[in-house]
């Protein structure tokens, strides 16, 4: 079993920055893809942004594109979600999911990921 557990949420301006982390517990990060999902009220939950293992490779969602970084650290079992240029359309409970393996196929599927974490919730006002 995995435990995942986001921080770094908060409330911020648009404009702004936040850096999301989500540290792992459990299993060692190493063989899973990372991804980061988020979900405003009312809608689906949606890819945001995704990190296999070595090679390390990264997809974005097309909106966040140029904006968002995705991280990991396996030695620190974390992953991380550097939010540059925030808009208030980014408001929403950010979610972390872990995936064992790696599909580039199916990395923005929610149905790719075995485990995932109780979210934090990010507000940008504009």
């Known amino acids: 079993q995995m435990q995942l557990v986001e921080s770094g949420g908060g409330m911020v301006q648009a404009g702004g920055s936040l850096r999301l982390s989500c540290e792992a517990s459990g299993r060692a990060l190493s063989s899973f893809t990372m991804g980061w999902f988020r979900q405003a009220p009312g809608k689906e939950r949606t890819f945001v942004a995704a990190i296999g293992w070595s090679p390390r490779p990264t997809h974005y969602a097309e909106f966040v594109k140029g904006r968002f970084t995705i991280s990991r650290d396996d030695g620190q079992n974390t992953v991380f979600l550097q939010m540059d240029s925030l808009r208030p359309e980014d408001s929403a409970v950010y979610y972390c999911?872990?995936?064992?393996?790696?599909?580039?196929?199916?990395?923005?599927?929610?149905?790719?990921?075995?485990?995932w974490g109780l979210g934090t919730s990010v507000t940008v006002s504009s």
């Open positions: 999911a872990a995936g064992l393996g790696y599909s580039r196929q199916n990395y923005a599927t929610t149905s790719f990921y075995n485990y």
